[in-house]
C-alpha cells in the first residue's frame, strides 16, 4: 500500500510560466536572427543576379564587339507606338538571350500577334519585330517579369496589366546636362543643334553608357575593374521614398548643385519626400508637389523602357539619397539604392559585383554638375576632361577620366 505521503509529480503554475517567459526571450532573441539570415540570402540572390547580367553583357559584347546600346530599337513611324519602339528600348533587352531567356526574346525579335489576354490581333495589326513603345500596357512580352531583373529584396510587385519592373540600371556616369538621348532623335537622326546635339553633348557622357550610342571595352581607359557599369536601385513604391520616387525640378536641375534638393526632403524622415511641398518657398515646382506621381513615372518601373529614370543611374548623389530629373524622361541626377541595410550592390565593368555603402566619399555635393557654371571662373566647359567632382564615387562612375582609385573595394 502506498504512502499517502508520496508527492505528485508536475509544473507548478509558477514554474509553467517561468518557463513560458523563457521560452518567449529565446523567441524574440532568435526572430532578428532568422530575419538577417534571410536578408543575407536575398542580399546573395541578389548579387547572384548582377553577376548574371554582368556575363551576359559580356558576352554579349564578344559576339557583337560592344555594349548593348541604351535607347535604341526601331525608329519612330508616324508617332504610331503600335509600329515602332521610337528608339527607346533599354539594354537589358538586348541581353535577354544571354541571361537564359531566349523565348522571351524571340517574342520580342519576331512579329507579335498577340494581346495580353491571350487574343489574337486583327491582320495588318501585329506588332512589329522588336515590338512597340516599351510603355505599352498590351504587349505582352513587355509585362513579362524576367526574374534576373529583380533583386528579391525588394517587395514592390507589378499588376498584371503594368510593364514588368527592374532593380538594375546603367552607369551613365558624374554629368547629366543633356544626356536624355545622346543629340539623337527617335526617328534614329543625330544631329549638332547647338550644345545639345551629338556632337557638343558627348563630352558629358562620361559613364560607360551613353543614350543611343554604343560603347566598347576599348573606350573604359580608366581600366574595367575601376569603373562601374551598372548599379542596382529601388521600384518606387509610391510612398514617397526619396530614393524611389523622382522630383521634377524642371531646368533648375541645370542651375543647382545635387545638395539644394535636399531641402525638399521630409525633415522628420529624411528618406522620404516632404508630402507638402507647396509651401516655403520652393519655386522650381512652381507651387506644385514637387514629384511625379504618375504610378508608371517611378525608378524601376519598366524594364523595356531605355529614358533614364528606368534604366540608369548616375554617380552624382550617394546610394539611397534622392533623384531629380528635368521633366519626365530627360536626364536627371538619379541615385543607386536597394533593400539592402546600409547600400547598394554595383557591377563593376570586368563583371564583379561589389557592395557600396551609403557612406561612400561622394566629393563636393555642391558642385554644379559638369555642362554648366559652376561659379569656378571656368565657365561652363570648365569640367571637360577633369576628374570628377563628386569624390570616390564619381571617380568609380567614370570611364575616361585618369582618376587614381586606391580604395580596395572588394575587402
Known amino acids: 500500500m502506498k504512502s499517502s505521503n508520496a508527492r505528485r509529480s508536475g ?4 514554474e509553467l510560466l517561468v518557463v513560458i517567459a523563457i521560452i518567449g526571450i529565446l523567441v524574440g532573441l532568435l526572430l532578428p536572427a532568422v530575419q538577417a539570415a534571410r536578408e543575407a540570402a536575398r542580399r546573395m540572390s541578389c548579387s547572384n543576379n548582377f553577376k548574371q547580367i554582368g556575363l551576359a553583357l559580356h558576352n554579349y559584347h564578344s559576339a557583337y564587339k560592344n555594349l548593348p546600346k541604351n535607347a535604341g530599337g526601331t525608329y ?9 519602339n521610337f528608339n527607346w528600348l533599354s539594354w537589358m533587352v538586348g541581353i535577354t538571350p544571354f541571361i537564359e531567356q531566349q523565348a522571351l526574346w524571340e517574342q520580342i525579335s519576331n512579329p507579335f500577334n498577340k494581346n495580353r489576354n491571350g487574343s489574337t490581333r486583327a491582320p495588318g495589326s501585329e506588332y512589329p519585330a522588336m515590338g512597340p513603345n516599351p510603355w505599352h500596357q498590351n504587349y505582352q512580352p513587355w509585362l513579362t517579369q524576367v526574374p534576373t531583373y529583380r533583386c528579391p529584396s525588394d517587395p514592390i510587385v507589378a499588376i498584371s ?10 552607369n551613365n556616369g558624374d554629368a547629366i546636362f543633356e544626356q536624355a538621348d545622346g543629340g539623337c532623335n527617335r526617328e534614329g537622326r543625330c544631329g549638332n543643334w547647338g550644345g545639345w546635339g551629338e556632337e557638343d553633348s558627348e563630352r558629358w557622357a562620361r559613364g560607360v553608357f551613353r543614350f543611343r550610342h554604343f560603347t566598347k571595352f576599348r573606350d573604359i581607359t580608366d581600366g574595367l575593374a575601376n569603373t562601374i557599369m551598372a548599379g542596382e536601385h529601388i521600384v518606387n513604391d509610391r510612398a514617397l521614398r526619396a530614393s524611389g520616387t523622382i522630383m521634377a525640378a524642371d531646368n533648375a536641375v541645370w542651375d543647382q548643385p545635387p545638395a539644394y534638393w535636399k531641402r525638399y526632403l521630409d525633415p522628420e524622415r529624411p528618406a522620404y519626400i516632404n508630402g507638402d511641398t507647396s509651401t516655403g518657398g520652393l519655386s522650381p515646382c512652381g507651387g506644385k508637389p514637387c514629384y511625379d506621381g504618375n504610378a508608371n513615372h517611378g525608378r524601376g518601373r519598366r524594364w523595356p ?57 561622394s566629393g563636393d555635393q555642391n558642385h554644379i554638375a559638369y555642362g554648366r557654371d559652376n561659379g569656378d571662373g571656368l565657365g561652363a566647359n570648365g569640367g571637360v576632361g577633369r576628374e570628377s567632382p563628386y569624390g570616390l564615387w564619381g571617380a568609380l562612375g567614370t570611364k575616361a577620366s585618369r582618376e587614381t582609385i586606391q580604395e580596395q573595394l572588394n575587402q
Open 11 to 14: 509544473f507548478t503554475l509558477v
Open 76 to 84: 519612330n513611324v508616324s508617332g504610331n507606338g503600335d509600329k515602332s
Open 161 to 170: 496589366e503594368r510593364v514588368a519592373f527592374t532593380n538594375y540600371a546603367a
Open 305 to 361: 523602357d531605355g529614358r533614364p529614370e528606368f534604366s540608369t543611374f548616375n554617380t552624382i548623389t550617394p546610394p539611397n539619397s534622392y533623384n531629380v530629373q528635368r521633366w519626365h524622361g530627360h536626364a536627371g541626377t538619379y541615385c543607386a539604392s536597394s533593400y539592402h541595410q546600409g547600400g547598394a550592390h554595383v557591377l563593376m565593368s570586368d563583371g564583379a559585383v561589389v557592395f557600396i555603402t551609403d557612406s561612400i566619399e
